[in-house]
Each structure stands twice: as C-alpha cells, then as structure tokens.
C-alpha cells in the first residue's frame, strides 16, 4: 500500500488590531467552502518551500514569509478516505498586503483557471473553515 499523500497549508497572518487570517473562496464553487492555501508537496520538495509555493499559486501572495511549523495533521481525505499528511505552517503578510483580491491560478494543477477570492478576516474566526483546516489554531498562537 502506498504511503499518507503529503501535504502542506498555511496559516497566513497579517497584524492589524487584532491577527487577520487570509483565507479564500473559490469563485461560482460556493459548496467548496473557505479555505486557506494548501496542497501537495511535489517529491524531494522541502515542506518550507512547498508551502510558500502554494500560497504564491493560490492567492498570488509572492511574499510571505515562513515562521516556525505549527502541526501535523493525519486524517483521510474526507471524499476519498485516501491518508494524507498535512503540515500545517504560520506564516506572516506584510501589513501592507491588500485586504481583498481576486486571484485567478495559472499553471497545470488541479486548480488551473480557477479564481479565489482571498481576504484577510480577523481572529477569531466567525466561521469554521473547509475540511477542518481550523482545527490547529489555537496551536499555532494566534
């Protein structure tokens, strides 16, 4: 049997009154629900780069900048029930970064030609994230 899918997400923090979280929808794909940016790590790729790489592709964020690993997550994929290892990472925006923009994936993933629309909301979250992406939160103190 062939091991867990590896993956990283990203919890990416912007500093205002209170720590903003970005996250993002997919656009026409309402049932997709609000996520942050996550996905597969590519062989030999290192967990840090992967998931600066992922948020770069999903939201368009060139620079944000790692800072330490928060959790690592093993649970099935909830359509598939296939394992996966998810990594969860914070990250820091510049406080400068926009409060909203729409974003439209290029390149040849499962997300190509898609567009997200990525905001900043402010923590605590009102609302639970997609697939449990939230569960490691409190973790990451923020």
Do not use: K
């Not at 620079?63 to 330490?68: C, E, S």
């Amino acid at each position: 049997m062939d091991g867990p899918r590896i993956r990283v997400a990203a919890y990416v923090i912007r500093s205002r009154a209170v720590p903003e979280l970005l996250v993002f929808d997919h656009v026409g794909m309402a049932d997709a629900g609000t996520q942050v940016p996550a996905g597969g790590v590519e062989p030999g790729e290192e967990l840090s780069y992967a998931v600066l790489r992922e948020v770069a592709e999903e939201t368009g964020l060139p620079d944000a900048t790692v800072l330490r690993e928060v959790a690592v997550d093993e649970r099935p994929h909830p359509e598939t029930r296939r394992p996966r290892r998810t990594t969860f990472f914070l990250l820091r925006a510049p406080e400068d970064t926009p409060d909203a923009w729409l974003h439209r994936v290029r390149g040849d993933g499962a997300d190509a030609g898609l567009t997200f629309a990525c905001r900043f909301e402010p923590l605590p979250l009102r609302r639970p994230l997609a697939d449990g992406q939230d569960a490691w939160l409190e973790q990451a103190g923020i």
